[in-house]
């Protein structure tokens, strides 16, 4: 554990400088402070119950902490989502452990509940003496009222009714506590008003089971990769994002933390993309979790129809997001506004989805799952849509905030639906057009070669047609199997992209916004999925040193904690974006089974022959 010194930045913490907890359904981030800045419950997109992290004087929080605070350190306690913060005052030290509690025995395996809707906080101090000051402080007006057992908060924004206890007598929410070596305090936190398992248990006893429940769970990870250490809290960190209600992984669990400090690239990640489910399968399949894979498999199919039409992202019931909105009450991160819930893109065109879906449908039916005739009627006719969508401008996989392009990548999507759908019906003798599909994917292969090279700059551009700016998502078309990383026209757009969308020491921008109008007048940070994406083409052109020296850095990029962020300050390496972010993780993890393989020999699969055959 490295030690740290508190050095906020206008009052905040650096966004890496914190780890999150949770239970499957709702989650916490905790500071290197001893405070929880932001937490959502009883789920994920739920109006957060604390949000300091936006705004440190109106968004609240629950914090321990020692007075003259010094020095602090964070670690996980091993293979768990349990948060262990080490603070140290000129007069002691002080241990907080952080937990939302599992229920004894419970299976994270499976879609089911598995917590208790309940926080525990345990203080314990190690060295000297600490006097702690405790502050339950939830956003907006909060009724306390003293009860013989604690303390009850009703808080009318969240439409929640909290019941604070201790292990100590405790004056208030609000407080100062005076602890000796030895000594420490429990607080519980409960917002579920059902009687849970953990009922008459200690407390001890339950964060022990919280403890074996996470243990017995990571057993399953594989671990003979490159970094198991990363690949291990990786795999814990989709976990924490997983809706166990019913198999759907969050982008991030917060909403608008910039993208470019004192920017308004912010953005509410706290929903999941269709355009995840495939990347985030397919990397949890060979990294040992089938049964997460095929939770998230089940959601995106059953979420795609559920309001008659198919959307970009939903809300965790594979519902619509509610409207986007500005929280005109909060400054924002280090004044970064404007804050924002809901998400607009949900209600954009991108004909990537196409190709999501199917490939989601194809993994389904790897694993040995059957498809409906229902299930497979829609899955045909987004075919069929996909055979002529490729044509339509649209907004894209970076979802811009202009006019559509006909983007490169939804039109690659568009062949990945028409492969997957001649496959399926062929494979399972389902009905269908599988010759004519299997044609026009095989066309639009052609298509994209031609139309959408660029001689004068010798690279793929973002679109078809019309010369276009570079974009870092072609680097998908290998690992969507569209085209072969060791292609010449991909292996020349991989070097085109790392020489003019570099951003120094193994980080890529996403594209120039001055050559690829996104509707935002201002930079951001350098992506992480984009340069994970780079060390798989590395690997499948035969780079493997390079790829694996790249893995490397890229590795070196995440907290002491082993979390990622969406971006990446190239000038000083501090993180941006929502924070840890689903997909910088299913990069890592992807990149790490792409080496793995390598290093033992075995092709990449990174071609469409090689992967189908």
Not at 118 to 127: D, G, K
Not at 256 to 267: F, K, Q
Not at 484 to 511: F, K, N, S, V
């Amino acid at each position: 554990m490295n030690e740290w010194s508190p050095a906020p930045h206008e009052g905040y913490l650096p966004i890496e400088d914190h780890g999150l907890i949770g239970d499957g359904r709702g989650c916490a981030l905790v500071g290197r402070d001893g405070a929880i800045s932001f937490m959502c419950v009883p789920r994920f997109d739920a109006p957060p119950l604390f949000c300091s992290l936006l705004d440190r004087h109106r968004g609240g929080s629950f914090l321990l902490r020692p007075d003259t605070l010094r020095l602090s350190r964070q670690h996980y306690i091993e293979d768990t989502g349990v948060l262990v913060t080490e603070l140290r005052a000129d007069t002691g030290v002080v241990e907080i452990t952080d937990a939302f509690l599992l229920q004894p025995g419970a299976r994270l395996e499976v879609d089911a509940p598995v917590g208790t809707g309940e926080l525990v906080r345990h203080a314990r101090v190690t060295q000297g003496s600490v006097d702690l000051a405790v502050a339950v402080q939830p956003r907006g007006e909060t009724h306390v009222e003293r009860q013989a057992a604690g303390w009850h908060l009703t808080c009318p924004r969240q439409a929640l009714k909290l019941r604070l206890t201790a292990s100590r007598p405790l004056p208030g929410p609000r407080c100062t506590l005076s602890l000796n070596q030895g000594e420490d305090v429990w607080f519980r936190m409960r917002w579920s008003e059902r009687r849970g398992a953990n009922s008459g248990r200690s407390v001890s006893q339950c964060v022990d089971d919280t403890v074996r429940a996470w243990r017995r769970w990571s057993a399953f990870v594989v671990d003979d990769t490159p970094r198991t250490d990363l690949v291990r809290r990786s795999v814990i960190t989709l976990k924490l994002l997983d809706y166990v209600e019913n198999g759907a992984i969050v982008a991030a669990p917060t909403s608008s933390l910039p993208e470019r400090i004192g920017g308004d690239r912010n953005w509410d990640y706290r929903y999941a993309w269709i355009r995840d489910a495939a990347y985030t399968v397919f990397a949890l399949r060979r990294i040992g979790l089938p049964d997460e894979a095929g939770g998230f498999l089940h959601w995106a199919l059953s979420a795609a129809w559920r309001d008659g039409r198919m959307r970009v992202l939903y809300d965790v019931d594979g519902r619509p997001p509610p409207p986007e909105v500005i929280d005109e009450e909060l400054e924002g991160y280090r004044r970064s506004a404007p804050v924002r819930w809901g998400n607009a893109a949900a209600e954009q065109l991108q004909h990537d989805v196409y190709g999501e879906l199917l490939d989601c449908a194809f993994q389904w039916a790897a694993t040995g799952r059957t498809l409906s005739a229902g299930l497979w009627h829609r899955l045909a006719g987004l075919a069929e849509q996909a055979r002529t969508a490729w044509r339509r401008p649209d907004h894209g996989i970076w979802e811009v905030r202009t006019h559509g392009r006909p983007f490169t990548y939804s039109a690659a999507m568009c062949q990945v639906a028409l492969d997957r759908a001649a496959r399926l019906a062929t494979r399972l003798n389902l009905p269908g057009n599988a010759t004519t599909w299997a044609a026009e994917a095989r066309h639009l292969t052609g298509r994209i070669i031609h139309d959408a090279w660029d001689e004068h700059t010798h690279s793929f551009t973002e679109h078809l047609g019309a010369r276009g700016g570079l974009d870092a998502s072609l680097l998908a078309l290998p690992l969507r199997r569209v085209l072969p990383a060791d292609h010449p026209r991909m292996i020349a757009t991989t070097q085109a992209i790392t020489e003019r969308l570099g951003a120094g020491d193994g980080l890529l921008y996403r594209y120039l916004p001055q050559d690829s109008p996104d509707g935002l007048q201002e930079p951001e940070g350098a992506f992480l999925l984009c340069s994970f994406w780079l060390v798989d083409n590395l690997a499948g052109q035969g780079r493997v040193d390079e790829a694996s020296e790249l893995f490397e850095q890229l590795c070196s990029y995440a907290s002491t904690l082993g979390l990622f962020a969406e971006q990446i300050d190239p000038a000083d390496r501090s993180f941006l974006g929502n924070f840890p972010q689903a997909l910088s993780h299913v990069g890592l993890l992807s990149s790490a089974v792409v080496l793995a393989r390598t290093q033992r020999g075995v092709r990449p699969e990174l071609s469409t022959h090689a992967w189908f055959r």
